[in-house]
Structures are given as structure tokens and as C-alpha cells.
């Protein structure tokens, strides 16, 4: 079965510091991808981030950076130097893969971050 | 080019009477989906429409919720005789079509937030 775990359920840290947010995923398919989405105080879901499996490359956008590591199934999320406006929930979700239904997403729980001015 | 909308934004009724919701995907996508959050849970998936069809109902919780999409555009989710544990925001999602293990990127619409009283 698909599952995606955020150990995490709240974060809360100081403007400018460095912040990791955990995903660790289970599935059986070879080929799968990974997201990442924000949910801010609006409640609105924005797309952050897609990965295909046999793409490990770390990805840089801006302040944002994700670690795939297929050894230890993780998808971390780090946000360098914060600020008050990445205060949100953050999912992790997984999908995809001949052994998945191709309609369905798998969120992890979320992560409530809080950024502190 | 226009999100995936939804409306009504807010909706409150009582308990028993029945309410529609509705989405408008992004134009050109024809996967469209509908999921419930509950007040500070993660996502859980209802249905799944490929243009009008519904290959996937298995998270409609019971058989008062039903969804239709018609035009392979415009869907609606119904729930008939409404309860206080329907209380949720009941977000809409559209993608491109899946191919075969692949799973697109949902974009998500801003919600309607559901009060059952």
C-alpha cells in the first residue's frame, strides 16, 4: 500500500532561519512522483513541486530546495532563510505507478509551519 | 488562464437539506477530482472523473454524496440530507489526462467551506 508520513505535525521557528520539512514515503512501484504542496491561511492548495522516481537530482527554486533520496524513501523540504510568509501547511503526497490507481494522490498528514518575525 | 474555480465559497445549511457544489477545472484538463479536509486533517480523496466518466468513486463516504461532470467541463458534488460530520471544506482539483503510470500535477481550486448545523 501507498502511504506518506510528515512526522512533523508543527514547526515553528525565527525569520531567516533554515527550516526542513520531513516526508518519508512507501510504495511498491518502481516509478512513482512525489509533491509537494502549500496550504496558507487562505486555504487555497498551491503546487509547489513534481518528481518523477528516476529523477534524484536535488532541485533548487529560490529559497526552496527538495532532497530525494531513494535510499532512505524521502522527499525533504528545505526553506532557507524564512520568512513570515511561508508560515502554512505544507503536504507531501505521493502518486502514480502501474500499482496505484492513476487517480489518486496520497497526502501525507501536513506540516504546520510558523514562521516568528 | 483562469484556476480551477469552485462556488459556493462559503455555504451553511441544516442538517437534513441538501446542497451542491461545484467546480470548474482548468480549461483543457480532463481529470477532475474532488477531495474533503476536515478542520485541521489532510485530504481525503472522494471521486475521480476522466472527461464525464467516474472511474474511481471509492472514497464517497456514503451514498448520499454523489458527483456528475458533464461536457467533460463542469462537475457537481451533492450531498443529500446533509450531517454535522459533512462539515468540511470539500476541495476541487483538475489535471491533464493520466497516461499509463503517470500521474499528473493537480491544481487545486480555493474550496467551499461546508457548515452543517
Known amino acids: 500500500a501507498q502511504k506518506v508520513t510528515q512526522a512533523q505535525t508543527e514547526i515553528s521557528v525565527v525569520e531567516k532561519e533554515d527550516v526542513t520539512l520531513d516526508c518519508v514515503y512507501e510504495t511498491r512501484d518502481t516509478t512513482y512522483y512525489l509533491f509537494w504542496y502549500k496550504q496558507p491561511p487562505s486555504g487555497e492548495l498551491v503546487f509547489l513541486i513534481r518528481r518523477n522516481s528516476f529523477d534524484e537530482q536535488n532541485e533548487i527554486s529560490g529559497r526552496y530546495s527538495w532532497n530525494f533520496q531513494k535510499s532512505t524513501s524521502s522527499f525533504n523540504f528545505t526553506i532557507t532563510a524564512s520568512q513570515v510568509v511561508d508560515s502554512a501547511v505544507y503536504f507531501c503526497a505521493l502518486g502514480g505507478g502501474p500499482y496505484s490507481s492513476a487517480s489518486k494522490i496520497i497526502f501525507g498528514s501536513g506540516t504546520r509551519l510558523s514562521i516568528r518575525p | 488562464g483562469a484556476g480551477v474555480s469552485q462556488s459556493p465559497s462559503n455555504k451553511v445549511t441544516e442538517k437534513g437539506k441538501d446542497v451542491e457544489l461545484r467546480c470548474d477545472p482548468i480549461?483543457?484538463?480532463?481529470?477532475l477530482y474532488w477531495y474533503r479536509q476536515s478542520l485541521g486533517q489532510g485530504l481525503e480523496f472522494l471521486i475521480y472523473f476522466q472527461g464525464n466518466s467516474a472511474p474511481d468513486k471509492s472514497g464517497l463516504p456514503s451514498d448520499r454524496f454523489s458527483a456528475e461532470r458533464t461536457g467533460g467541463s463542469v462537475s457537481t458534488l451533492t450531498i443529500q440530507r446533509t450531517q454535522q460530520e459533512d462539515s468540511a471544506v470539500y476541495l476541487c482539483?483538475?489535471?491533464?489526462?493520466?497516461?499509463?503510470?503517470?500521474?499528473?500535477?493537480?491544481?487545486f481550486g480555493p474550496g467551499t467551506r461546508l457548515l452543517v448545523l
Open positions: 480549461s483543457g484538463h480532463t481529470a
Open positions: 482539483a483538475s489535471s491533464l489526462a493520466h497516461g499509463t503510470g503517470v500521474q499528473e500535477t493537480q491544481y
